[in-house]
Nanobody, 120 residues
Framework: QVQLVESGGGLVQAGGSLSLSCAIS????????MGWFRQAPGKEREFVAA???????YYADSVKGRFTISRDNTKNTMYLQMNSLKPEDTAVYYC??????????????WGQGTQVTVSS
């Protein structure tokens, strides 16, 4: 059984940084394309970033240049480094596995989410 567990969320001031982690168990991370999504209250879940099996990266326009997706296959962990955070980045952040698209419906496995709150 595949499990994804996010960590690293929290409260940060605008302009600050946070690093999220997603630990995967039950499968080898290097075999999967992975992604990050976020969902703010009252809004649909939206694509943030994705990482292909060969480490090609994709980003939503809203985070391009500020966020970096990466992985460490030796630790079976994916990361999202978030810099220059804005209040509009406030959301629950989810990691997902099994696709490289920007559509949440294409992903097979999901973590439970971690809250990121950016104060102005």
């Amino acid at each position: 059984q595949v499990q994804l567990v996010e960590s690293g969320g929290g409260l940060v001031q605008a302009g600050g940084s946070l690093s999220l982690s997603c630990a995967i168990s039950g499968r080898t991370l290097s075999n999967y394309a992975m992604g990050w999504f976020r969902q703010a209250p009252g809004k649909e879940r939206e694509f943030v970033a994705a990482l292909s099996w060969n480490d090609t990266t994709y980003y939503a326009d809203s985070v391009k240049g500020r966020f970096t997706i990466s992985r460490d296959n030796t630790k079976n962990t994916m990361y999202l480094q978030m810099n220059s955070l804005k209040p509009e980045d406030t959301a629950v952040y989810y990691c997902a596995a099994g696709s490289i698209t920007d559509s949440a419906r294409d992903y097979l496995y999901w973590g439970q989410g971690t809250q990121v709150t950016v104060s102005s």
